[in-house]
C-alpha cells in the first residue's frame, strides 16, 4: 500500500512539474512572438513616419499616426489573431489609445521603474491573466520618446504653429504633449486569447 501511494504522489509531482515546464516554454515562446510583432509594428510605422515627414512634413505626418497607425495594429491583429495597439496614459485619441485596467498598470509600473533609474527600453510586462472573457497571454513594450517625436508629442509651446493647429483639428482632446527625449510615451499592446 505504500508503495502505491508513493508512486501516484511522485506521479502526480511529474505531472505538475513537467506542466510547469511547458508553462514556461509557452510563455517564453509567447514573449518572443510579441517581441516580433511590436518590432514589425514600430518598423512599419517609423518607416511611414519618416516616409511622410521627409515628403510632406511634420503636420502631415499627423496623418501616419491617427490613420495608418491604427491600420498597421490593425493588419497584425488579423495576421495574428490578437489585439495589437497603442496605449498610452496621456492619450491622444481616448477612443482608440485609452488603457484597459491591466495596461494602465502596467504603464504605471513603468513609469515608477523609469523614475527609479531602469533604461524604458529594457522594459518589457509579460503575463497570462484571467479575464471574464477567458484566459489571455498579455504583452506591454513602452513606446520611448525619440528627439523626432518632439515634433509632435514635445513642449505645447516648442511645436510648431502649423503641427499645433493640424493636432488641435485632429485631436480634440489631446493629452499627449510635453515629453521629453526619453521618457515613455507609451506603449504597444498586445492581447492574445489561450
Not at 83 to 92: F, H, I, N, P
Amino acid at each position: 500500500m505504500f508503495q502505491k501511494t508513493s508512486l501516484s504522489a511522485v506521479a502526480v509531482l511529474c505531472g505538475a512539474i513537467f506542466s510547469q515546464v511547458q508553462a514556461a516554454d509557452n510563455m517564453t515562446q509567447y514573449q518572443d512572438e510579441a517581441r516580433s510583432v511590436v518590432k514589425t509594428f514600430g518598423q512599419t510605422l517609423g518607416g511611414e513616419l519618416k516616409k511622410a515627414l521627409q515628403e510632406q512634413g511634420p503636420a502631415a505626418a499627423i496623418s501616419v499616426c491617427k490613420d495608418t497607425a491604427p491600420a498597421i495594429g490593425s493588419q497584425l491583429s488579423r495576421n495574428n489573431g490578437w489585439k495589437v495597439t497603442r496605449v498610452s496614459l496621456r492619450a491622444r485619441n481616448p477612443m482608440l489609445g485609452f488603457p484597459d485596467a491591466w495596461e494602465q498598470k502596467v504603464l504605471g509600473d513603468f513609469d515608477a521603474r523609469q523614475a527609479r533609474g531602469e533604461a524604458a527600453d529594457t522594459m518589457e510586462q509579460a503575463e497570462i491573466v484571467t479575464e471574464p472573457q477567458g484566459k489571455f497571454f498579455r504583452y506591454l513594450k513602452p513606446v520611448v520618446t525619440q528627439e523626432l517625436c518632439l515634433t509632435c508629442h514635445g513642449a505645447r509651446e516648442k511645436i510648431a504653429e502649423p503641427v499645433r493647429d493640424a493636432l488641435a483639428k485632429a485631436y480634440p482632446h489631446d493629452a499627449a504633449v510635453g515629453y521629453t527625449v526619453g521618457q515613455i510615451r507609451g506603449a504597444v499592446s498586445i492581447k492574445r486569447p489561450l
